[in-house]
């Protein structure tokens, strides 16, 4: 079969005011990994739900072939029927049932209406080992890993006699270890003939595992390219993406040198937090970490390291239960109990999940960003919505925020314009402190760059940053300094000039007990 | 001051931001307003298509000067808790004792005035002081102790009813004293000359009138003041004539007959007053907040336990004024007062704009929801529609009401 097992053909898709895909085309062959890369709003979630249903036929234009024959899928059963299946980003498991039946919901083993449970334990373990997962099919999938349940999200795809697999970024949410399994897993898929498509942002996960790259931007197939050819590199995938060479992913930075004697601006001293239900275990041990004004501090470690746990129980004891341990601002003693606390010291957090924690997604611009200092925009209690309005009119224009107004539910807004008003908002409250944790997740290259310099400015104002990120190269590109913790102990401290990612992984899988 | 306002204010009214759209932009904004408040503005057209309904079913009956004064009286104690139970359910909440809690303090306002004589400003203190503990009370239940408040006021609903039958020991207690019965049925006094129009009325509508009118005014300066884009003129313009249209008409409408009830301007203050709390003060936010995303609000420093316990506090004391004007209008204290009062509330609040799920909806909105069902019951019964078939028919406006918006919410987003 030489031919492509799947063909897009001039697919046009416009919703109400907007037109998502102007013009995509894409081929992929059998057996291939194709990765499909572009910023967000590029129009690739949409393009991969025109293709498996969501978006039924007739309400976009264009031809979809799969394996030759012309496809109108009405609906997601439609396209999972011919084997074509799709796996979101958010995961899409009920976490009360377990894995078993999870992999067959909708799917049942049944016979009459009745299920027959040992044919479903049956297939469950045989779709588990597949995938390489070892648990047992009748753990909850609240009980598990977001790795594991992706694995699960796999089985489930295989139980359905799946021949084009769509992945929609699905290590977002994993942490290396993770990634480097499920990447794994996708090799090999292919081997035993299944098509894969994977959306990512991680340019190296492409360069890994991915035969060919088509990228997207704005609503538009750029180019196709073979990732094995010598000339795609990353920096080759970005320039296509953004449409520009992109010398720079960073901004410039002249490192800061820590002033001698001047009391670091936050210093933590020997914190100790522990599980908020299993209260044996030591979430956070006996952590000492320090950062100066001016100075982005970075905190490395593989997921479980223990660094948002770190920083939400810093943060008005946000998470578990604090056993011991001390904070200092500016050389004083502080108690930062309750988030109010915190916030009175000059501290603020700015959440790694920003739909659950950060944003009231329902709410506008502007009253998100003022939500957490109200005070400023209030006189006596009453807030003054004029001013509010003005003040979000601000960050809209200094942090580029893609709205038509800023009374706009920032639910509406994409994944990179819903970090800036996270980040609007404080910075609108004005911390001396500002933990930022995983503050580019899931957002496309343009937006990181404007969130990088945005980062660089304010400690360049003389605020303290503390930059968590599982990123590597993006540590190593902002930070003065990088902790590294693994399971809940810092593991290792290291100057900007002597970082490189092979020694901070060394020091992020290092077990020190 | 105001010269230097004037002196700015052209600059960036037209200027605009470059809208593109030129001639027949007003339409555009007016269309665009509405959709952003979709909700709202449908359920104003709707109860504005009910009430012409009823208005020519009944031969005009249903707008006759004493029917709109009725309206209002047989309406007002389902408003106040409508009002309060907005707050609660756009706080991602819900309050089922509200119905218990009206008659139980009805019950002890009773007691304490009819059997003993205590003077009825001071019974009335009493009364409301009474109704916040007890919302306090619940409140703490659920803000501090995290027990859902779908249990801790159906646990209530259960309690205040028994209460106020042991209370009462099963009797009606009345009559009531004369001022609070004015309170609650009476008219604005008489005063000035005979002008076939209640004077006090009259003006109280000018000074609402002026009031809106400089309000609005006010409210363009300032937002120019901040270099703000501000609407176009004439869609301002046409704003106040509505504004001022809809007042002049209530007032004309009230004037002609007895003038304004006592109760109406109760209600206009506590809509005037959480309204503007809720849109403006610090508190107000805090509600939408914590409905709209709690562990995004409680990250953000909202002590959100304070502001909810605040909340079903005041959802106490609102349901303690309901009760007394339910009571005093009736002039006595049953056991079976406020069956289902609660439900009316609720109906009121999510045909008026609320969501299940919290974080969305306006005081505004509630007395919407309230008044649709009000003319719904009063037309009804002017035409001699059944109770039975009243409550068919009410339902169904709940159900198409929220089904409306949930299908409007599809249609505008994914």
Known sequence: ????????????????????????????????????????????????????????????????????????????????????????????????????????????????????????????????????????????????????????????????????????????????????????????????????????????????????????????????????????????????????????????????????????????????????????????????????????????????????????????????????????????????????????????????????????????????????????????????????????????????????????????????????????????????????????????????????????????????????????????????????????RLTGEVPRAEATQEVLMRQMTKDKR | MSTNVTAKSPAPAPAGKGDSTGGDGLLQLMIDGMRRNMRQYGMLIALGLIVVLFAVWTDGDLLLPRNVSNLVLQNSYILILAIGMMLVIIAGHIDLSVGSLTAFVGAVGAVLMVNHDVAWPLAVVLCLLMGAAAGAMQGFFIAYLGIPSFIVTLAGMLTFRGLTEIFLEGQTVGPFPEGLQKVSNGFLPEVGPDTNYHNLTLLLGFAVIAFVVLQEVRDRRRQQEFALEVPPTKLFLLKIVALVAAVLTVTMMLASYKGAPVVLIILGVLVVGFGYVMRNAVIGRHVYAIGGNLPAAKLSGVRDKKVTFLVFLNMGMLAALAGLVFAARFNAASPKAGLNFELEAIAASFIGGASMSGGVGTVLGAIIGGVVLGVLNNGMNLVGVGSDWQQVIKGLVLLAAVGFDVWNKRKVGS
């Open chain 1, 1 to 488: 079969m030489a031919g492509p097992v799947l063909e897009m053909r001039s697919i046009v898709k416009t919703f109400p005011g907007v037109k998502a895909l102007s013009d995509v085309s894409l081929s992929v062959r059998p057996g291939e990994v194709h990765a499909i890369c572009g910023e967000n709003g590029a129009g690739k979630s949409t393009l991969m739900k025109v293709l498996s249903g969501v978006h039924p036929h007739g309400t976009y234009d264009g031809d979809i072939l799969f394996e030759g024959e012309s496809c109108q899928f009405k609906d997601i059963r439609a396209s999972e029927q011919h084997g074509i299946v799709i796996i979101h980003q958010e995961l899409a498991l009920v976490p009360y049932l377990s894995i078993a039946e999870n992999i067959f919901l909708g799917n049942e083993r049944a016979t009459r209406g009745l299920i027959s449970w040992t044919e479903t334990l049956k297939h469950a373990t045989e779709l588990l080992r597949r995938v390489g997962l070892s648990d047992h099919p009748d753990t909850r999938v609240a009980d598990i890993g977001v790795g594991k349940q992706q694995l699960v999200e796999i089985a489930k795809a295989l139980s359905k006699k799946v021949k084009l697999l769509i992945l929609d970024e699905p290590t977002a949410a994993l942490n290396d270890e993770d990634s480097g399994k499920l990447l794994d897993l996708i090799r090999g898929l292919k081997d035993q003939g299944i098509t894969s498509i994977i959306i990512s942002h991680k340019l190296n996960e492409i360069e890994a595992v991915a035969d060919s790259v088509t990228i997207l931007r704005d609503g538009r197939s750029i180019e196709t390219l073979d990732v094995k050819a010598s000339g795609t590199t990353e920096d080759r995938i970005i320039s296509g993406m953004v449409g520009r060479d992109l010398d720079h992913r960073f901004p410039e930075r002249t490192p800061h040198d820590a002033e001698v004697g001047a009391a670091p601006a936050l210093e933590i001293r020997n914190w100790t937090v522990h599980h908020p239900i299993d209260q044996q275990r030591k979430v956070v041990d006996d952590v000492s970490i320090q950062v100066r004004r001016g100075e982005i501090v970075g905190i490395a470690g593989l997921m479980g390291a223990g660094r948002t746990e770190l920083a939400m129980s810093v943060f008005g004891r946000t998470y578990g239960r604090y056993a011991s341990g001390t904070v200092l601002k500016d050389g004083t003693e502080i108690r930062t109990k309750t988030v109010p606390e915190a916030v009175k010291h000059g501290i603020a957090y700015v959440t790694e999940d920003r739909k659950h924690y950060g944003l009231n997604l329902i709410d506008t611009i502007n009253r998100n960003i003022s939500l957490s200092a109200l005070g400023k925009v209030a006189k006596r209690g009453v807030v003054d919505e004029h001013e509010e309005r003005q003040v979000a009119e601000r960050f809209r224009k200094s942090m580029n925020i893609k709205a038509p107004t800023v009374f706009e539910p920032v639910g509406k807004l994409s994944g990179g314009n819903q970090q800036k008003v996270v980040l609007s908002k404080w910075i609108f409250a004005g911390p001396d402190v500002l933990i930022l944790d995983e503050p580019t997740r899931g957002i496309d290259v343009g937006a990181k760059f404007e969130i990088y310099t945005v980062i660089d400015k304010l400690a360049a104002e003389g605020k303290a940053v503390v930059f968590i990120s599982s990123e590597l190269p993006e540590l190593l590109g902002m930070c003065d300094r990088i902790y590294t913790m693994a399971a809940g």
